[in-house]
């Protein structure tokens, strides 16, 4: 476990004192958090805080933003400050989901890949061979022949992502199999279950944190592109790739359809990103090392 | 280092035989009949029943394979369900821009990143380095399509300096030949090769490319200025570089042939890694500032589940990423003669 023996998170004192140190010292995971926090909360009340997203209002299309309505009206006078926010939610879901499915997944084979060698050779030739198909591409195909619902969505973000997880978990099963403490459990007898468990597994969760954050924000803007490129979730559903879709035709006349799904979209993938970074930084400090 | 470069070829079949498998069989992973998922919801029991004897649907499944695996050695990457032409004749239309826009994109990626992630480094812990470190953070969390429309919305609706939308071939025609037929050539301004109207050529070329090449690039340019900032970091602590300084050699000597060269291994993997990014990029760069390449044919046959041209182009992406990540490969016993194999 040396790789979360870095400083910054070693704190003392009361538990406020310690909090407080905590974020002073990696002030990055903060103000991604509290960024990605912010984001969960809208997703969560979007309901609560906007009128119907789907309404149309045919008499008010094309509205400026701040005729009494915050961000404007799209070209059926629906609202897209409530579609922005309504947006959150399927951007939310398609990132958490994505990247909970290829970690367990590329976690898993990972796992096997780097403890059995044969599995290893047929695997990472598989893996290899996904690798070389552009992640978007893969996605649209997916989608494209299987249907549009936000279920398929999330598993064909997943299936590019899978490879680049497996590869990392792989790595670090490599390097933790010829330490000395895993020789010592083989010796006395421990199964191979126990040692993938209890002595492995626990070294591959802090890149993996770090990994599963990338893959997360990878997943919202494959989702928002499949969306743009009307491959992805169904139209009828006000993902902010849906809504930035539909305005696309009006760009030049209401620019403010595609600007705020496009910024709420940038401001999440960012905080993920950012935490991503912190994290990093704080778990990791050997790929921390390797990217400052 | 022959035996290394016959040997590195030949680990790329594997992989291609991969990419050819899963490419032939994401159709059959796919729930339900085929023929009916390409026909698509509207389809008559007829039409369904054609597509199935055109691609051979009813055959068994190897055999399918083998059939598939066999034209594709000849080069034949099989029909258009849509519009009823080869497969290859459609990409060989349409390489023509998706080659310039990548190109175009590479260069200006590599050209803003090296030096930005050199001066980083340089700058260590400085506002340059933070401000590039900041800039790569954005370069990743903002999608192709946003910095785009940004783009347009300032640099072509509101300052006309860029066209909005579209492409420009460099090729012109620059003369007649004996037999009638036009002489294709480069050239600064004049008439297009293919609709024979004025308007093509280098100027209108690099006025068309621009937008869609810095859109596309930012993305690649965060991730190398990254990489390169890390890697001369490293380089810069060496002992070598002492002694560079201690000789007295000028700082630029120092950072150009001592640090960036012993740092370009990293750098070079980055870009050959990032051609991934890159190819999917272009699929919705073509989309946005509708150039008619490679990635709108691939928007168009997935919309219209044409299969063939999404199995084609496909194993053409996941080729060139293949091939340039094996001259990636090639190229390190080049930049670095302590790497032998």
């Not at chain 1, 140190?21 to 805080?49: D, E, F, K």
């Not at chain 1, 421990?190 to 591959?204: M, V, Y």
């Not at chain 2, 000028?250 to 990032?274: C, D, E, F, Q």
Request: hydrophobic residues 50%; contains cysteine.
């Amino acid at each position: 476990m040396d790789a979360i023996a870095d400083e910054s998170l070693i704190v003392r004192g009361s538990l406020g004192a310690r909090v407080w140190q905590y974020c002073r010292r990696n002030p990055t995971i903060v103000i991604g958090a509290l960024l990605l926090l912010m984001m969960l909360i809208i997703a969560l009340l979007a309901s609560h805080l906007t009128p119907d997203p789907m309404k149309l209002n045919p008499i008010k299309r094309l509205r400026v933003p701040g005729e009494g309505m915050l961000f404007g009206t799209d070209m059926y006078g629906r609202d897209v400050f409530a579609r922005t926010l309504h947006g959150s939610r399927i951007s939310l879901l398609v990132g958490l989901s994505a990247a909970a499915v290829s970690t367990l997944f590329g976690l898993t084979i990972g796992l096997m890949a780097g403890y059995n060698r044969l599995f290893d050779t047929i695997v990472m030739r598989f893996m290899d061979g996904i690798m070389a198909i552009p992640s978007i591409l893969l996605a649209i195909a997916l989608v494209s022949l299987t249907g549009a619902s936000v279920g398929i969505v999330i598993v064909a973000i997943s299936i590019p992502e899978i490879p680049r997880v497996v590869r990392l978990v792989r790595s670090v099963v490599l390097t933790i199999r010829e330490q000395p403490y895993v020789e010592a459990a083989i010796s006395v007898g421990a199964r191979l279950p126990k040692i993938l468990l209890r002595h492995i597994l626990p070294n591959t969760l802090a890149p993996l944190i770090v990994q599963a954050t990338y893959v997360c924000a990878s997943a919202m803007i494959t989702e928002a592109i499949l969306s743009f490129l009307g491959a992805g979730t169904p139209p009828d559903i006000p993902s902010w790739g849906n809504v930035i879709s539909e305005g696309r035709q009006y760009f030049q006349r209401a620019p403010w359809i595609i600007f705020f799904p496009g910024v709420f979209l940038t401001i999440t993938v960012l905080a993920v990103n950012i935490l991503g970074d912190g994290l990093r930084d704080g778990l990791d400090p050997r790929i921390a090392r390797q990217m400052r | 280092m022959f035996a290394y470069v016959i040997r590195r070829i030949l680990a790329t079949i594997p992989v291609m035989g991969v990419v050819a498998i899963f490419v032939f069989l994401l159709l059959h992973l796919t729930p339900g009949d085929p023929a009916a998922v390409i026909a698509g919801d509207y389809a008559s029991p007829a039409d369904v029943e054609r597509i199935r004897e055109t691609l051979g649907l009813n055959r068994p499944l190897h055999i399918q394979f083998f059939t598939w695996a066999g034209r594709l050695f000849q080069g034949d990457l099989g029909i258009s369900i849509f519009s009823k032409v080869p497969v290859i004749k459609l990409i060989g239309q349409r390489i023509e821009p998706t080659l310039a826009l990548a190109t175009t994109t590479i260069f200006f990626a590599v050209l803003v990143a090296v030096p930005l992630g050199v001066l980083a480094a340089w700058k260590s812990g400085t506002w340059i380095d933070r401000s590039v470190m900041i800039f790569a953070v954005l370069g990743f969390s903002v999608p192709i399509f946003i910095i785009a429309y940004s783009m347009i919305w300032t640099l072509s609706i509101h300052l006309h300096w860029f066209p909005v939308q579209g492409y420009k071939s460099f090729l012109i025609q620059t003369g007649t030949g004996i037999d009638g037929a036009a002489i294709i050539g480069i050239g600064f301004e004049g008439v297009c090769r293919d609709s024979g109207r004025s308007g093509c050529g280098l100027v209108p070329f690099f006025r068309h490319i621009t937008l869609p090449s810095v859109a596309l690039g930012l993305v690649y340019v965060a991730l190398i200025a990254r990489i390169t900032r890390a890697s001369v970091m490293e380089v810069l602590t060496e002992d070598y570089i002492r002694t560079a300084h201690a000789k007295g050699l000028s700082s630029r000597v120092v950072l150009i042939r001592h640090a960036l060269k012993n740092a370009s291994v990293p750098i070079v993997t980055v870009i050959g890694i990032g051609i991934a990014l890159l190819l999917g990029g272009v699929v919705v760069t073509e989309s946005v500032f509708n150039i008619p390449g490679l990635g709108r044919l691939t928007v168009d046959a997935i919309l219209h589940r044409d299969y063939p041209i999404i199995q084609g182009l496909i194993l053409i992406f996941a080729g060139v990423y293949v091939l340039i990540n094996l001259l990636v490969d090639i190229s390190y016993t080049f930049l670095d003669p302590r790497i032998r194999y």
